[in-house]
């Protein structure tokens, strides 16, 4: 038996309030600085001047707007952000508050290694996440270079049935690209998705799927259809028969119509055009998957070239004549020439008509304190953020970096930006040891020193712990995220922010 289908099936199956959040495969956008009319392509870096660009702003945006419409009705959050990911770097696109994304984090995992004492290093991360939270994660986990072996477990993840087709051994920057793609997709899109995974998962015996295929997933949409109201093939069959896909069946008396066996015409159907049920009802995807991520594009060639990312836009000053939605980003350490450029992008005179909004910092749990303070200060402590910015770059050099991660994990919650500054620069005052974790590595590192008859026998001693703690205690030596850190002068970390002690007061 033959089935068919034509234009009705769109006006039978797609539901019709869906959007297309994720992004498109070309856009035409207006670059903001010099009004030119380019075309992006998702993915690639830079534009192509359109050769339809005109010498006006105005008829460049109506000329983009038209052939945005013609592809497919791109809106105005998408084009922003294949602006951002052509300009700054896809890797950013998701960070952009606004670009349509999910609120909940997608994967929720733990990156793990042995450590060089036998201690057990471990660090949470949510999915997707910034270039440095990824980066800190690894810090956290001591997975100091490339060399060293880890292990990565998803805790959690949305959907919930994706961990069991993602292979142990995929990259985690890859993971956080898959992350990022499915942060963008409509409710239709991840039924879509769905869909597929499960079409390929049946074709291999639910074997894990590559990370490059699945990400291609998320970009091969076009051609998928779901049927909401098929959980079966029963349904799916009468779904056929009701909506004349086949033609065989067109003009049967009712009462020969009410003994088809819509459990046979669905399983046929089904099995024909390799469609899938899943927990939302029918998949079918009549086109090939996209191939246009390969494998390792998302792996970073280079770290990132800022120690904070900072979105700049236009402040709101309720005048339709004068405000707009323009946004950048910035990159800190800047200089004047730099800012200058940033508000000129952003359709501003200067600084003080910017909002600032951190997005990524080289010490992530910064990142929201510096959104605060330049929130409530309209703007006013950016000198100490680039400074802080500047600061931090140079530790990063230097290898100082996780010494002032890890100071700041001891140092009070509502700390200032100055104070955070101020420790940047003490990081010199204090030594941390990364490959200890635990009072028992602390002992036996000490003890490693010493020329000690039976020494196994006295690292296998249930009192090993226990005198670590005192060694520890005596250096003031304190277990942090990063490594145990120990004071080269003595002076705590909450000496080092030079508070007055409480309860005494200056006279």
Request: net charge negative.
């Amino acid at each position: 038996m033959s089935w068919s289908r034509d234009s009705r099936w769109e006006e039978c199956i797609l539901d019709k309030s869906r959007k297309n959040n994720g992004l498109p495969q070309q856009c035409y956008t207006v670059l903001p600085f010099d009004g030119r009319l380019v075309t992006i392509t998702q993915g690639k870096p830079g534009y192509s001047l359109s050769p339809l660009n005109q010498d006006d702003r105005q008829k460049n945006r109506t000329i983009a707007d038209e052939k945005n419409k013609e592809i497919g009705g791109i809106t105005p959050e998408q084009e922003k952000a294949m602006q951002t990911g052509a300009v700054i770097g896809w890797e950013f696109v998701h960070l952009i508050d606004n670009v349509h994304v999910q609120s909940n984090e997608i994967i929720e995992l733990e990156i793990s290694r042995p450590g060089s004492f036998g201690s057990e290093t471990s660090a949470s991360l949510s999915l997707p996440a910034t270039p440095y939270e990824l980066a800190d994660a690894l810090d956290r986990a001591r997975i100091i270079d490339e060399r060293v072996i880890y292990s990565m477990e998803i805790m959690k993840c949305n959907p919930n049935y994706l961990p069991r087709f993602i292979s142990p051994s995929t990259n985690l920057y890859e993971l956080n690209y898959l992350a990022q793609r499915l942060a963008t997709l409509s409710e239709w899109e991840l039924d879509c998705f769905e869909g597929m995974v499960i079409m390929d998962a049946t074709q291999t015996s639910y074997a894990p799927i590559p990370v490059d295929r699945l990400i291609n997933m998320t970009n091969s949409m076009e051609h998928c259809q779901v049927v909401y109201e098929a959980a079966d093939d029963i349904s799916l069959g009468k779904f056929y028969a009701d909506n004349d896909f086949v033609p065989q069946l067109e003009n049967l008396p009712q009462n020969v119509y009410e003994w088809l066996d819509f459990d046979k015409i669905g399983k046929e159907m089904r099995e024909g055009e390799g469609g899938a049920f899943t927990t939302h009802g029918y998949v079918v995807q009549n086109g090939e998957i996209i191939q246009g991520y390969q494998s390792g594009d998302a792996i970073p060639r280079q770290k990132p070239e800022y120690t904070v990312l900072l979105q700049v836009t236009k402040g709101y000053f309720n005048d339709p004549d004068y405000d707009n939605d323009l946004s950048t980003l910035l990159k800190l350490p800047a200089s004047d020439q730099e800012l200058s450029h940033a508000v000129e992008e952003v359709g501003a005179v200067s600084p003080e008509e910017c909002a600032f909004t951190a997005v990524d910092c080289i010490i992530p749990r910064l990142t929201e304190k510096i959104t605060d303070e330049l929130e409530a200060t309209n703007g006013d402590c950016y000198g100490v953020v680039n400074e802080l910015a500047g600061q931090l770059s140079r530790l990063n050099r230097e290898g100082g970096i996780s010494i002032c991660k890890a100071m700041l994990t001891e140092a009070p919650e509502d700390i200032t930006l100055e104070e955070a500054l101020d420790f940047a620069y003490q990081t010199d005052e204090f030594l941390l040891l990364r490959e200890t974790a635990t009072p028992t590595d602390y002992a036996r590192m000490e003890l490693a020193k010493c020329s000690i008859p039976l020494r196994e026998e006295l690292f296998a001693g249930a009192e090993l712990n226990h005198y670590g703690e005192k060694l520890m205690e005596r250096n003031k030596a304190i277990p942090t995220e990063y490594g145990i850190l120990i004071s080269r002068n003595g002076q705590t970390v909450q000496q080092c922010l030079n508070r007055p002690v409480q309860g005494m007061e200056m006279r």
